[in-house]
């Protein structure tokens, strides 16, 4: 298990590989989900030319890991990755990485979600966009089902 | 007893500060905290999240010594 | 959009990655969902060694084709990849590849997870599992929801 | 008239060949060109899936001349 908020540009797929790579559990998993959530230049139709990321120090990161752990505990998963920006964010940087490794697609596509709902339901992250008129805070995270 | 308070993002803003170490009574709930430091502050907020010692709590919680509160408004990660 | 059947061995983050490099729509998505079959070394609790992957050239291309488009369509999708290995595959290979590229993450994880389960239950693909006992034709699919 | 029949994995290796060109009557369905496969190779296959010109279709679809009709087990792609 890997859980990292990171505050400098991180390329998802490279991410993954390299996290694959330094485990042992090849050929154990059968299926693999993985959610990329990234920079946008408009959000509810205004145009965004930058973002800067908050978080809780100390709190997020013990949170995540709790996310994850009830998840591999549901869903009887061999692993979990979870990677979240912070910072100053440009169009279109990877902001998270979400990914579950299983023996079988169902659980890994359900995990996959519902880390990412509680994430952004949950994990003390707050995005502040720029936009033309200055900046301004994110009110809200769009639903997820 | 002593406690931290810390805000974040929009809150951290409205309140004009980060963190706080205040001196409260016993038998306080974090909703008592609230209502107090919305009054001092003299704000309006409708939807805040809370926690105590990085875990969400409900608003009847009651705090104890050296606890680490936080408010913060609805979180946008992700 | 790219549909490919490949009978050589990839690497799944790999593709992503030079896929999403070669478009033009950065900026546009901010919801990526990605789905990894890969070969385990397990089969219904028995031991497998190898697989042997069929398919029905003609058809197999044309109906993922069909697949893709539907999806796009139904869920507004900004991108489509499925990747499909036939032929020999060995342990911990890259057996499928389901990668969609959304403005929001809703679209992103259904249309995923939908190509997915289109695809186990009606693209003409076989596998032939190698066992201690020989090999043996798997005669279904394990059920996605 | 002429059309042209493909079988896939299990079905291909119980039948013995890959492809066959055959000549059959006209308003003939692919269920009835089924049955007769079956029944000339005395096979008994359950699960079978059709497809016409690279397209699945229902039993009581009806046959054109220079189609292409595919029989083939459960896939098992993915």
Same mark, same amino acid.
């Given at each position: 298990?890997?859980?990292?908020?990171?505050?400098?540009?991180?390329?998802?797929?490279?991410?993954?590989?390299?996290?694959?790579?330094?485990?042992?559990?090849?050929?154990?998993?059968?299926?693999?989900?993985?959610?990329?959530?990234?920079?946008?230049?408009?959000?509810?139709?205004?145009?965004?030319?930058?973002?800067?990321?908050?978080?809780?120090?100390?709190?997020?990161?013990?949170?995540?890991?709790?996310?994850?752990?009830?998840?591999?505990?549901?869903?009887?998963?061999?692993?979990?990755?979870?990677?979240?920006?912070?910072?100053?964010?440009?169009?279109?940087?990877?902001?998270?990485?979400?990914?579950?490794?299983?023996?079988?697609?169902?659980?890994?596509?359900?995990?996959?979600?519902?880390?990412?709902?509680?994430?952004?339901?949950?994990?003390?992250?707050?995005?502040?966009?720029?936009?033309?008129?200055?900046?301004?805070?994110?009110?809200?995270?769009?639903?997820?089902? | 007893?002593?406690? /931290?308070?810390?805000?974040?993002?929009?809150?951290?803003?409205?309140?004009?500060?980060?963190?706080?170490?205040?001196?409260?009574?016993?038998?306080?709930?974090?909703?008592?905290?609230?209502?107090?430091?919305?009054?001092?502050?003299?704000?309006?907020?409708?939807?805040?999240?809370?926690?105590?010692?990085?875990?969400?709590?409900?608003?009847?919680?009651?705090?104890?010594?050296?606890?680490?509160?936080?408010?913060?408004?609805?979180? /946008?990660?992700?």
């Amino acid at each position: 298990m890997l859980i990292e908020i990171r505050n400098k540009a991180f390329n998802a797929w490279t991410e993954v590989q390299i996290y694959q790579d330094s485990q042992s559990f090849r050929g154990q998993y059968g299926a693999i989900a993985t959610f990329v959530g990234s920079m946008r230049d408009f959000n509810e139709d205004k145009k965004v030319t930058g973002m800067t990321l908050e978080h809780y120090p100390g709190m997020t990161e013990k949170h995540l890991e709790a996310i994850a752990k009830d998840a591999i505990g549901k869903w009887k998963l061999l692993d979990v990755l979870i990677l979240h920006r912070i910072g100053k964010v440009k169009i279109g940087e990877d902001i998270v990485l979400v990914v579950t490794w299983s023996a079988h697609r169902k659980e890994a596509f359900e995990s996959c979600r519902a880390i990412m709902e509680q994430l952004k339901s949950s994990a003390p992250f707050w995005k502040r966009e720029d936009i033309k008129a200055g900046s301004k805070w994110v009110e809200k995270n769009t639903p997820g089902y | 007893m002593q406690i /931290t308070v810390k805000y974040f993002a929009s809150l951290r803003e409205l309140v004009g500060e980060a963190v706080a170490s205040l001196d409260i009574d016993d038998s306080v709930t974090v909703n008592d905290l609230w209502q107090k430091i919305l009054s001092d502050h003299q704000l309006e907020f409708e939807q805040v999240m809370m926690t105590v010692n990085h875990e969400y709590v409900k608003p009847e919680h009651e705090l104890k010594s050296g606890d680490e509160v936080a408010f913060f408004p609805p979180v /946008t990660g992700g």
